[in-house]
């Protein structure tokens, strides 16, 4: 199994600015998935995120909006920019181990 | 590319009843499942999964779920509900391939158990 902490758990932010989210695993994995949960709806994957090359982003997802870093195995930061209320949502970050998929606690945030 | 229909958006059952979630899947390739159980304010855990061999998978806390390959479903059941059980639960799957499969959740089902 996989150990992942997110950082922060839950955030307020103004409108306009923007967010970084971070996300630590106990173990190397190659890569990492960041999902979002509106308020109310299941979970949509934003990116995934390879160690040493670009994210690779979903469809109505990009990387302007969602700036993903891969520093190495074990890290990865997922940026909230230029936030509006519309991206209060949960955001969690994932990886794979053995054909399972394993969640941080996911980062609540808020936007007003 | 995969996709998954939980049938059910939200499932009132009473304390020590029987309940059964339904999900089913269309993929052009074959495909893991997995159940996973969201608690109020929580993160998401992982309830069971089918990777390969015998369709009925048993998981945590007394939950069960069945594949059927020829009906692309998995649904999830329990025989006997407790308030704890009071939670949504997703249904997801992914193509099966060396490593890196992305997760394709269905639209959660929302299970109330009333005393």
């Known amino acids: 199994s996989a150990v992942i902490s997110q950082k922060p758990s839950r955030d307020i932010c103004q409108r306009g600015t923007s967010l970084t989210i971070q996300c630590q695993v106990d173990s190397q994995v190659t890569m990492m998935f960041w999902y979002r949960q509106q308020p109310g709806q299941s979970l949509t994957l934003i990116a995934t995120a390879n160690q040493g090359s670009e994210a690779t982003y979903e469809s109505g997802f990009v990387i302007d909006k969602f700036p993903i870093s891969r520093p190495n195995l074990t890290f990865s930061t997922l940026t909230v920019s230029n936030m509006s209320p519309e991206d209060s949502s949960i955001y969690l970050c994932s990886v794979e181990l053995g054909a399972m998929a394993f969640f941080g606690q996911g980062t609540r945030l808020t936007v007003v | 590319a995969q996709s998954v229909t939980q049938l059910d958006s939200q499932v009132p059952v009473f304390e020590e009843a029987p309940v059964e979630l339904r999900c089913n899947y269309s993929s052009s390739v074959s495909v893991y499942l997995f159940w996973y159980v969201q608690y109020p304010n929580q993160g998401l855990q992982l309830l069971l999964k089918?990777?390969?061999?015998?369709?009925l998978v048993k998981g945590i806390n007394g939950f069960e779920a069945e594949f059927n390959k020829s009906q692309t479903s998995f649904h999830l059941r329990k025989p006997s509900v407790h308030i704890s059980d009071t939670a949504e639960y997703f249904c997801a799957v992914s193509g099966v391939k060396a490593a890196g499969n992305k997760l394709t959740f269905g639209g959660g089902t929302r299970v109330l158990v009333k005393p």
């Open positions: 089918y990777l390969s061999g015998s369709t």
